[in-house]
């Protein structure tokens, strides 16, 4: 606990140099967050999602010309400050608790089973806290 609050103490408002986000208009929560500069929580998530693209063609990959398993490295996004700060409500901790807890059966049995919780862990967040982005996490099912 300590620990934890130490490290939110160090992370202060930071001013990030602009980084290009242009391009995104469809995956973003709002036309208001097609802004230039992203927030480290947007850029957390936009990581999220290309591995879990990638986790995703992994696993519906024939066995036989399967490559080496993509990386799947937990990203502790809620430690992250959001575009929007009023997502931070307890609601919004638990259910990166519960996103978090399947991400790790998916990394301990890539089956597609555990990587369609996965998703669905996802789109319970986002239908309440982020809706932009829900067709493009929703192509991510694989429908086992
Ligand atoms: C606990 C809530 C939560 C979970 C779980 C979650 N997201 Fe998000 N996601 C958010 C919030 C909030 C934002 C807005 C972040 C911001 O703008 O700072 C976001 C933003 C995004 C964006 C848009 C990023 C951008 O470019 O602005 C994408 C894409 C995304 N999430 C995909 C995913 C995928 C894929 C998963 C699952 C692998 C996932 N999210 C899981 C809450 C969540």
């Known amino acids: 606990m300590v620990g934890g609050l130490v490290v939110a103490c160090q992370s202060g408002p930071q001013d990030v140099a602009s980084k290009n986000g242009a391009g995104l208009a469809d995956t973003t929560c709002s036309p208001g967050m097609e802004e230039p500069k992203a927030a480290p929580m947007a850029a957390a998530m936009r990581a999220m999602a290309d591995q879990a693209e990638a986790m995703r063609a992994w696993i519906v990959s024939d066995l036989s010309t399967r490559p080496a398993r993509p ?7 809620e430690a992250q400050r ?5 997502v931070l409500v307890e609601e919004f901790f638990e259910k990166a608790k519960a996103y978090h807890e399947a991400h790790r059966l998916v990394g301990e049995q890539p089956t597609a089973q555990n990587f369609d919780a996965l998703v ?11 809706p932009g982005p829900l067709k493009r996490i929703n192509r991510l099912m694989i429908g086992s």
């Open 120 to 130: 669905a862990r996802c789109i319970a967040c986002h239908q309440s806290h982020c």
């Open 71 to 77: 990386a799947w490295a937990k990203m502790p996004f």
């Open 82 to 86: 959001p575009t929007d700060t009023t």
